[in-house]
């Protein structure tokens, strides 16, 4: 076994340590470890994988199936609500917030539905969502993200 994907196991495990190794517990593990590394590689799916005792492709296939885990530049994901109540109550001007302030460290991803039609407009941004957000609201949480 090689030495850098053994300190990987590890450094998932002890972030998923307090979760039981269960199937219904996958969703959890995988927001944690995309919270850490901020992408799910293959190595990182295949520590959960071991760590969860759920077979690689599982993993895989939830991970690969929910777009909001898409992340393959690394970034932190900021992902602004375009379904019909968020676009109604201005999305639009989130998302040209968002990328207004742009930093290095931030992604701006468009979502169909973050769940939040009660709160609209919504942006998830990084572990959190932002409810009945603003653009000042979206202009901090990417410079809280950018200088962190």
Known sequence: MDVQKSAMETTVAARLNDLVR??????PALWRVMEEYRQLSPELLEAVSLFMDIPYAEVY?????YALFENASGNTPM?????????LQGAESLKEAAKAN????????ESA????CDYAPA???GSH????ATADDVTAAVEAITHE
């Open 22 to 27: 269960e199937r219904g517990q996958l969703l």
């Open 61 to 65: 296939g939830v991970a690969s199936f």
């Open 79 to 87: 992902y602004v609500c375009t379904d019909v109540m968020c676009a």
């Open 102 to 109: 742009l930093g290095t460290k931030v992604t701006v991803h």
């Open 113 to 116: 539905c973050l769940g939040q």
């Open 123 to 125: 942006v998830w941004s």
């Open 129 to 132: 969502v932002l409810r009945r």
